[in-house]
C-alpha cells in the first residue's frame, strides 16, 4: 500500500510539474502585449487573430453601408496608415473603412480593421482631429483589448444570442448599436460598446503617442474629447436624448487628469517635426457630404420609422408594414405571424414587469428585463384570448409606454417565429435628430464668415427643423458659446 501510494503521489508530482511547465511555456510566448510590454495573459496567436478580423469585417461590410466616395475613403484610409504606421504593430495590414451612417461614432477589430462613421467625421474640425479618432482605435487593436475582453469570457456581455443571430444590446448607441443587431458579429458589438475605463485610457494614450511619431499634434485627442463632449451635453440637456460614442465619450470626464497627462507624456512636437496638414484638404474632402439619415438607401432594410413618436425599429425582411397615427403591424408575407406596436401615454411611473401584471393583466412566462439603447422595458410569453402563444413585451421611451404584441399561427414554427420577433423588438430605440426625414439630403457646404455674423440668423435661414443653432455650433465647435473670427471657414447645412 505504501509504495503504491509513493507512486501515485510521484505520478501526479510529475503530471503537475509538466502541466505547469507546458502553462509557463505558452505564457512566456504569449503574455507579453506588444503595445504596453506588459502581460496580458491572451493564449491566442497572432495568426487566429487576423482570421478572426477578416471573418468580422466581412460579416460588417455585408451588413452596414459603406461610403461610396473613393477620394474620401482614400483620404481616410491614407492618415490611416500613417498613423498606423507609427504603431507598436506596424506589420498589420491595416484596413479604414467609413460607414454610411449618422451616428456620432467610431469602433474597431482585431487584426487591424477600423471603422469611423460619417456622422462622426462631420463634427471634425481638422486632419489632427481624424487622426486621433483613427489612432484611438489604432491603440484598440494594438493593445488586443478585444483579445483580451474574449480571453476574460467578458465578450459576450455587449451582445445576445436572439434568434440565430448576434444581437448588440445596450451599447449605449442609438443607430450603429441596432445596425449591429443585424449583424452576427459579437466583437463589433464588443467595440462599440467599448473596453472599460482603463482600456480605454490606454488606448487613448497609446493614440496619443502614434500622433505624436506622425507628426500630429497629441492635444487632438483631447481636442475630439471636446467636439464627444459637446455632443453629450446637447444631447442630455437640450434634446433629451442618450449620448452614442463609446470610448473617449463615456469614459472621461471633461477635465480628465489622466487623459491630460497621457497626451503630455506623448511629448510635444517642435516646429521641425510638425506635419503641415492643409486645411484646404480637409474641407474638401468634406465639403458636400451627406448630413442625416442617407433616405435613398432606407429601403436597403425593413426599417421603420415613426416621426410622430419619435421611435424606429426593424421588422424581419420583406414583411409588409401597415400603420395608423399611433399604431404599426408587421405581418410576414405567408401570414404566418404578425407584430402590432402601440403607443400610450405612461400614467404612473412604475416598473416595466409592474406594468405588464398591473396593467395589462397579464402573467408572462420566459420573461426578461430589456434594456436596450438606455431604454428599459420586460418581455416574455403568454397564451392569449385565441389560444395563441403570444410575444408580449413594453417599452419605456419618454413619456410613453410601447407595447409590443406577435402572434404566430403555427405551432410548428413558434419557436423559430418567437425568436425572429424578440430580435425586432430589440432593434426598438428613439430616432436621432438627423436620422429624421425632414433632414433628408442635406449636406454640408462651407462659407467664409462675414462682419456682422450672427448665429441666430444663420440659424433662421437653416433648412434643420430642430434645434438649428445648436446644430450649427456643434458643426463648427462653438457650442454652447463662441463665435467664429471674420474670414473662418464654417460648415453650414444645405
Not at 482631429?129 to 491603440?139: D, I, K, P, Q, Y
Not at 403591424?329 to 405571424?337: E, I, K, T, W, Y
Not at 407595447?403 to 430580435?423: K, M, N, P, Y
Not at 462651407?446 to 450672427?454: K, L, N, P
Amino acid at each position: 500500500m505504501f509504495m503504491i501510494s509513493r507512486r501515485r503521489r510521484l505520478a501526479a508530482r510529475t503530471a503537475a510539474v509538466t502541466w505547469v511547465a507546458v502553462l509557463l511555456a505558452g505564457l512566456q510566448a504569449c503574455a507579453v502585449n506588444p503595445a504596453t510590454g506588459s502581460p496580458n495573459l491572451v493564449m491566442m496567436s497572432q495568426s487566429r487573430e487576423l482570421e478572426i478580423g477578416k471573418e468580422e469585417h466581412e460579416k460588417v461590410i455585408a451588413s452596414m453601408r459603406v461610403v461610396e466616395d473613393g477620394a474620401l475613403t482614400a483620404y481616410v484610409n491614407e492618415v490611416g496608415q500613417r498613423v498606423a504606421a507609427t504603431s507598436h504593430r506596424p506589420d498589420l495590414t491595416y484596413t479604414f473603412t467609413v460607414i454610411d451612417s449618422p451616428e456620432i461614432n467610431a469602433f474597431a477589430l482585431p487584426g487591424g480593421y477600423v471603422y469611423i462613421n460619417r456622422g462622426l467625421l462631420l463634427y471634425l474640425k481638422s486632419e489632427d482631429e481624424l487622426a486621433a479618432v483613427l489612432a484611438h482605435e489604432v491603440g484598440h487593436i494594438t493593445a488586443r483589448h478585444a483579445i483580451q475582453q474574449q480571453a476574460r469570457g467578458r465578450l459576450g456581455n455587449a451582445a445576445a444570442t436572439v434568434g440565430g443571430v448576434v444581437a448588440a444590446v445596450a451599447t449605449g448607441s442609438g443607430y450603429i448599436g441596432s445596425e449591429l443587431m443585424q449583424i452576427g458579429s459579437i466583437w463589433a458589438a464588443a467595440g462599440v460598446s467599448g473596453f472599460g475605463r482603463e482600456n480605454e485610457l490606454e488606448a487613448d494614450s497609446l493614440g496619443a503617442e502614434y500622433l505624436y511619431n506622425a507628426g500630429y499634434n497629441p492635444r487632438a485627442m483631447i481636442d475630439v474629447l471636446s467636439v464627444l463632449k459637446n455632443q453629450e451635453d446637447f444631447n442630455v440637456r437640450v434634446a433629451q436624448r442618450q449620448p452614442t460614442y463609446h470610448g473617449l465619450f463615456t469614459t472621461h470626464p471633461r477635465n480628465d487628469i489622466r487623459l491630460q497627462q497621457a497626451v503630455a507624456q506623448a511629448g510635444v512636437l517642435d516646429a521641425a517635426n510638425v506635419r503641415e496638414s492643409d486645411p484646404n484638404v480637409f474641407r474638401r474632402h468634406m465639403e458636400g457630404m451627406l448630413w442625416g439619415e442617407n433616405t435613398a438607401a432606407r429601403s436597403d432594410r425593413n426599417r421603420y420609422y415613426q416621426d410622430l413618436l419619435s421611435y424606429t425599429m426593424v421588422f424581419p425582411d420583406n414583411w409588409v408594414i401597415s400603420e395608423t397615427p399611433t399604431t404599426v403591424q408587421a405581418s410576414s408575407p405567408d401570414g404566418s405571424a404578425t407584430l402590432r406596436v402601440e403607443a400610450t401615454r405612461m400614467q404612473q411611473n412604475k416598473e416595466p414587469r409592474l406594468y405588464v401584471r398591473e396593467n395589462l393583466g397579464i402573467e408572462l412566462q420566459r420573461s426578461e428585463a430589456l434594456s436596450q439603447n438606455r431604454l428599459i422595458g420586460y418581455t416574455g410569453v403568454h397564451t392569449n384570448a385565441a389560444g395563441r402563444e403570444e410575444r408580449l413585451a413594453v417599452i419605456y421611451l419618454g413619456a410613453r409606454v410601447f407595447v409590443f404584441r406577435g402572434e404566430t399561427q403555427t405551432a410548428e414554427q413558434a419557436a423559430e417565429l418567437d425568436r425572429l420577433l424578440l430580435s425586432s423588438i430589440r432593434t426598438f430605440r428613439a430616432i436621432q435628430t438627423n436620422e429624421r426625414s425632414s433632414a433628408g439630403n442635406l449636406r454640408v457646404r462651407y462659407v467664409q464668415v462675414t462682419e456682422g455674423f450672427d448665429w441666430r440668423a444663420l440659424a433662421a435661414a437653416s433648412p434643420v427643423r430642430e434645434h438649428p443653432e445648436e446644430t450649427l455650433r456643434l458643426l463648427n465647435g462653438y457650442y454652447p458659446i463662441g463665435n467664429p473670427r471674420v474670414g473662418d471657414w464654417i460648415k453650414i447645412l444645405m
